[in-house]
């Protein structure tokens, strides 16, 4: 196959890739009912003057589905986190027992769940554009080489097939997450 073709798929497929790299990064924001070490990844608490991140000053686990258990490295951090967690302002409500703070995850509602869906799907959507628009440059780049038609239409064909393949792709993860919400 020509140099320059073999470049325009290798780019082609890179952006593609790209694509479903960010879809499963924004599916992992959306919140599926599950308690999760990273739903405090943003709460910054105040430890001696510098406001850093909980991560750094405590260990975050999940015993359980529904609860987060926050274990600080040092026991006078305790106020401060839990400080900081109301601040957060995320809906969670902290107990602290003297040892160790825990967070029970309140569940999701079902109109919730349907919202949360929609939004799974329109970041799907989001992804398919992008594959659709990678697809759109790489035939525009083909049909710029300096090469036969044949060669020409089996490019395209490629391009396609490799189109299919991550938009079906997408629709699998896609599928995934929608379960994964929708399991109460």
């Known amino acids: 196959m020509n140099e320059e073709i073999e470049f325009i798929l290798d780019t082609t497929k890179e952006a593609m890739t790209s694509a479903i790299a960010h879809l499963e990064k924004e599916l992992r924001a959306i919140r599926a009912g599950k308690a999760t070490p990273a739903m405090l990844a943003n709460v910054m ?29 040092e026991k006078n951090m305790l106020q401060p986190i839990e400080k900081a967690i109301m601040i957060a302002n995320l809906g969670f409500n902290p107990m602290n027992n003297g040892d160790i703070i825990m ?23 989001h992804a398919k554009v ?18 036969s038609d044949d060669l020409k239409k ?31």
């Not at 003057?49 to 600080?72: E, H, K, M, Y």
């Not at 697809?135 to 710029?144: H, L």
């Not at 393949?165 to 997450?177: A, D, N, P």
């Open 130 to 147: 992008g594959i659709r628009n990678a697809r759109k440059d790489a035939n525009t780049d083909i049909k710029k080489t300096d090469i």
């Open 45 to 73: 608490v105040d430890y001696y003057g510098s406001q850093t991140p909980l991560g750094q000053v405590a260990n975050v686990t999940t015993p359980d589905p529904r609860t987060i258990a926050i274990q600080p490295w």
């Open 103 to 125: 967070i029970n995850v309140p569940p999701l509602t079902e109109e919730r769940r349907i919202g949360l869906a929609k939004q799974a799907k329109a970041e799907a959507e």
């Open 154 to 184: 089996d490019s395209e064909a490629e391009v396609q097939k490799l189109t299919d393949s991550f938009v079906k792709i997408i629709e699998e993860t896609l599928s995934v997450k929608e379960k994964e919400i929708m399991t109460v």
